[in-house]
């Protein structure tokens, strides 16, 4: 298994009832750290980004004392089914295909549009072509069954650099992912248009944790009911639909 990092920062919160179902002393919630502006590593080496913000303001909510590990993504539902942390908060839609090996809390995000960016003026075949995604996700699946031939990489930097070299005729990813990459670079641009997929963005926690995954619904219901959950949308993803 992967190597796993725990960042220094953790919240001093006191534990609830939950620590006495197994839990410990501590929440351990695992990011990729690679997916800006859901998830990324400052420069201070801590987790950053929408979902530093929004899991520290739920586990504060939740009364749980909380710390943060990073996983690539190619195993981070095999981690956290193992046990090496407690929930998945890493820009992960909510698909029946995962359900069958995990469940997941209420959404904290609608369906975010994806988009796919090619070279600047590229024309592109984008039933025919070769698109490029990351592995096990929802625009993986959706390459496959438009008939395009999907080229997958472990990172999403890996699909921006596939595009680059020639590898891959355009990428398909979270457009608030890539949306910002196209504007700092005059030689890739969005194209086409965008692609509903996918149930929204949730906490992805092991079957047997429904008291967790009561108390992190819970709290994301108080975030849409009181409007900080928006306030959080509309700061690191401007482009999406609140609540």
Not at 70 to 86: A, E, F, K, M, Q
Not at 113 to 129: E, H, K, L, N, R
Request: hydrophobic fraction near 40%; aromatic fraction near 6%.
């Amino acid at each position: 298994m992967k190597k796993l990092i725990i960042t220094s920062a953790a919240l001093a919160l006191s534990a609830t009832s939950l620590f006495a179902a197994g839990h410990g002393d501590v929440v351990r919630l695992g990011t990729e750290g690679a997916y800006p502006p859901y998830n990324f590593i400052n420069d201070a080496g801590e987790v950053d980004g929408f979902e530093r913000e929004l899991g520290d303001e739920l586990c504060k909510r939740a009364e749980l004392n909380c710390e943060w590990v990073t996983n690539d993504w190619d195993s981070i539902i095999p981690n956290l089914v193992s046990g090496n942390y407690d929930a998945i908060i890493a820009g992960m839609s909510i698909t029946e295909e995962r359900m069958e090996k995990i469940d997941f809390t209420e959404n904290y995000t609608q369906p975010d549009p994806s988009a796919y960016m090619a070279m600047a003026g590229a024309d592109v075949d984008f039933t025919g072509g070769v698109i490029a995604a990351q592995a096990s996700t929802i625009q993986a699946s959706h390459i496959t069954d438009s008939g395009a031939t999907l080229l997958e990489f472990a990172s999403p930097d890996e699909t921006v650099a596939a595009v680059r070299n020639g590898e891959a005729d355009a990428v398909l990813a979270d457009k608030a992912f890539l949306a910002p990459i196209a504007e700092e670079n005059a030689d890739l641009e969005l194209t086409g248009e965008d692609v509903l997929i996918g149930g929204g963005i949730g906490l992805g926690i092991r079957k047997s944790d429904s008291e967790l995954r009561d108390k992190f619904t819970a709290a994301i219901q108080s975030m849409k009911a009181d409007g900080t959950l928006n306030e959080l949308i509309v700061k690191w993803l401007p482009d999406s639909a609140t609540f």
